[in-house]
Nanobody, 113 residues
Framework: QVQLVESGGGLVQPGGSLRLTCVAS??????MGWYRQAPGKQRELVAH???????NYGDAVKGRFSISRDNAKNTVYLQMNSLKPEDTAVYYC?????????WGQGTQVTVSS
């Protein structure tokens, strides 16, 4: 079993920045990443990073968000810049391990003036 604990969400003004952190309870030897879900919308991919550091991003966040990971700390980060009101959502961390996908509990990000 793997537990994922997210932190770093909150309220930020448009144009601002936040950094989300997700810590896994054990080493993850496969991909990690972030999805988000806004009210009334489907969950969508935000960013994905492989164990070797290759990344890909959802179209809505390309050029504004950056994902990274520290394998020694079992941690994945999401740096979010130039935030927009449409980025408001619950952000979920995930980790792929031994043919299973584990999910965090989610952290709320609200972009509003």
């Amino acid at each position: 079993q793997v537990q994922l604990v997210e932190s770093g969400g909150g309220l930020v003004q448009p144009g601002g920045s936040l950094r989300l952190t997700c810590v896994a309870s054990r080493n993850i030897d496969n991909a990690m990443g972030w999805y988000r879900q806004a009210p009334g919308k489907q969950r969508e991919l935000v960013a994905h990073i492989t164990s070797s550091g290759s990344t890909n991003y959802g179209d809505a966040v390309k050029g504004r968000f950056s994902i990274s990971r520290d394998n020694a700390k079992n941690t994945v980060y999401l740096q979010m810049n130039s935030l927009k009101p449409e980025d408001t959502a619950v952000y979920y961390c995930y980790a792929a391990q031994r043919l299973r996908t584990y999910w965090g509990q989610g952290t709320q990000v609200t972009v509003s003036s």
